[in-house]
């Protein structure tokens, strides 16, 4: 297989993973909302902010939550920059770039979560 028949692959699949991650979005932003803003007045307030998040469910449901938004969002970045003539130029640059922020986003915010 060719390089340039493997990056022809690889775009329907990124598209697709795009498609899923918005729909997961949907759910989990949903999820979210309900939760922070319909089952209680006082869901905002720190404490109430704090002690859901030492609830290992709701850790769990905010790591998958920050995993599906950052994917979506350099995954979206990272498309946006491929259309582009300075992005088709520099496709291996912008893959690696965009990859490096998503994990680092990623991390940093599962580091925050896990060290509440």
């Not at 989990?28 to 720190?46: C, Q, R």
């Not at 769990?60 to 969002?73: E, N, Q, T």
Request: proline share 2%.
């Amino acid at each position: 297989m060719s390089s340039e028949s493997a990056k022809s692959v690889l775009e329907p699949v990124a598209w697709l993973l795009q498609m899923i991650t918005g729909l997961l979005m949907i759910i989990f932003v949903t999820l979210h909302f309900y939760v922070t803003h319909m089952v209680s007045h006082e869901a905002l307030h720190y404490q109430e902010v704090i002690a859901r998040l030492n609830m290992p469910e709701f850790k769990v449901m905010y790591a998958v939550l920050l995993l599906i938004v950052s994917f979506h969002a350099f995954n979206g970045l990272r498309a946006i920059a491929l259309d582009t003539n300075a992005g088709i130029r520099n496709r291996n640059a912008i893959n690696t770039l965009t990859m490096l922020m998503f994990l680092v986003a990623f991390f940093y915010g599962l580091y925050l979560l896990i060290s509440l």
